[in-house]
């Protein structure tokens, strides 16, 4: 049941990647907001669905490569409830999760870079675009060679 919708920043955590039994791709994982110095962070299981999921995966494996990623995600917050166990009455124990669907998630960079995120570009390169695939200048023709309306390369 989706009590609230919010945005919150906090480390990513424990990011898996799954797929349903028709293919469909969700990510798992943790979400610790931290809510100062001295007091304890709060923690949320976090799941996205998807394009969302898969990208929050490979960002998650380039860019955070080891313990947690630090994110800013939006999405809906649900209490799911289930029981575990028993008392020592036989009764079920009922406990409740609190767990973050995500609708969208993006690298909080306030406070850090994001590490090893390679598109294309060489480090410590002179050339900006050394690496790229290299494009052919346009070549004026000759004015004889263009009509009125053309231009000119």
């Not at 969208?104 to 390679?118: C, F, H, P, R």
């Amino acid at each position: 049941m989706a009590v609230t919708q919010g945005t919150f920043q906090g480390n990513l955590t424990n990011i898996e990647l799954k797929f349903s039994g028709n293919g469909n791709a969700y990510t798992r994982g943790r979400l610790a907001i931290s809510k100062g110095p001295d007091e304890e962070s709060m923690w949320f299981d976090f799941v996205a669905f998807g394009d969302l999921a898969q990208n929050i995966d490979e960002t998650f494996k380039t860019a955070g490569g080891g313990k947690s990623l630090r994110a800013v995600v939006t999405g809906k917050v649900e209490i799911n409830t289930y029981e575990s166990g028993t008392d020592q009455k036989g009764q079920p124990i009922k406990r409740q999760s609190t767990q973050i669907a995500a609708e969208d998630a993006g690298v909080y960079l306030k406070y850090a870079q994001v590490g090893s995120i390679n598109r294309g570009y060489q480090q410590g390169s002179d050339q900006g675009n050394q690496g790229m695939e290299q494009v052919d200048q346009p070549v004026a023709r000759p004015m004889s060679q263009v009509d009125s309306g053309d231009a000119p390369f």
